[in-house]
């Protein structure tokens, strides 16, 4: 399964693994997953570091 994996980049230059989403997703940030989660719509304002990889037996395949 095709999936992005989302990282969210510190300013000391460290990223932190924050999800993974199903398929391989445009743009620079993740899009809030219903419009009723306010608290996500501030991730358009956050620093990402975004991987294409594959989900497979679980295990994440770059």
């Given amino acids: 399964m095709k999936i992005t994996v989302w990282n969210i980049k ?5 990223t932190v ?3 993974i989403e199903n398929g391989w997703v445009d743009g620079g940030y ?22 294409y ?6 295990k994440i395949i770059y």
């Fill in 10 to 14: 510190k300013d000391n230059g460290t």
């Fill in 17 to 19: 693994h924050n999800h």
């Fill in 30 to 51: 993740p899009k809030p997953i219903k419009d009723e989660f306010t608290n996500q719509k501030a991730w358009e304002n956050m620093n990402w570091d975004k991987k």
């Fill in 53 to 58: 990889a594959n989900l497979i037996n679980g």
